[in-house]
Nanobody
Framework: QVHLVESGGGLVQAGGSLRLSCATA????????MGWYRQAPGKQRELVAS???????NYADSVRGRFTISRDNAKNTVSLQMNSLKPEDTGVYYC???????????????WGQGTQVTVSS
C-alpha cells in the first residue's frame, strides 16, 4: 500500500514564503508525474504545479514565477517552494503522484491527506 504524506503548511503573511514537502511510503517500483493541487473554500480542486520523472514542469498561470516545484527521484519526494504568497493562495494543498507499486503494473494515482496553507493580508 502506498501513502503520501505532506508537511510544511501553515500561516504566513502576504509576501512571505512557505515550503511544502511530500514523502512517499510503501511499495513503490516507479513514480511518474508528481504534483501539487489546492482547494480553496467553496472552490474546486485545481492543479498548482506538476513535474514529470524527467524534470519537465507545468505551472498554473496564477503561480508561475512565484512557485517552484522540484523532486528527488532517489527518495521519491516532491517539494513546492512558494514565494511572494498572496491571500488568494490560501487553501488545502494536496500532494499527488502517479505510482506503479510493482514492475509491469500500470500506474495508479495517489493523494496525500492535505496540508493547510493560510496567507493573511
Amino acid at each position: 500500500q502506498v501513502h503520501l504524506v505532506e508537511s510544511g503548511g501553515g500561516l504566513v503573511q502576504a509576501g512571505g514564503s512557505l515550503r511544502l514537502s511530500c514523502a512517499t511510503a510503501g511499495s513503490i517500483y516507479s513514480v511518474d508525474t508528481m504534483g501539487w493541487y489546492r482547494q480553496a473554500p467553496g472552490k474546486q480542486r485545481e492543479l498548482v504545479a506538476s513535474i514529470g520523472s524527467g524534470g519537465s514542469t507545468n505551472y498554473a498561470d496564477s503561480v508561475r514565477g512565484r512557485f517552484t516545484i522540484s523532486r528527488d527521484n532517489a527518495k521519491n519526494t516532491v517539494s513546492l517552494q512558494m514565494n511572494s504568497l498572496k491571500p488568494e493562495d490560501t487553501g488545502v494543498y494536496y500532494c499527488n503522484a502517479e505510482i506503479s507499486p510493482f514492475r509491469y503494473w500500470s500506474t495508479t494515482e495517489y493523494w496525500g491527506q492535505g496540508t493547510q496553507v493560510t496567507v493573511s493580508s
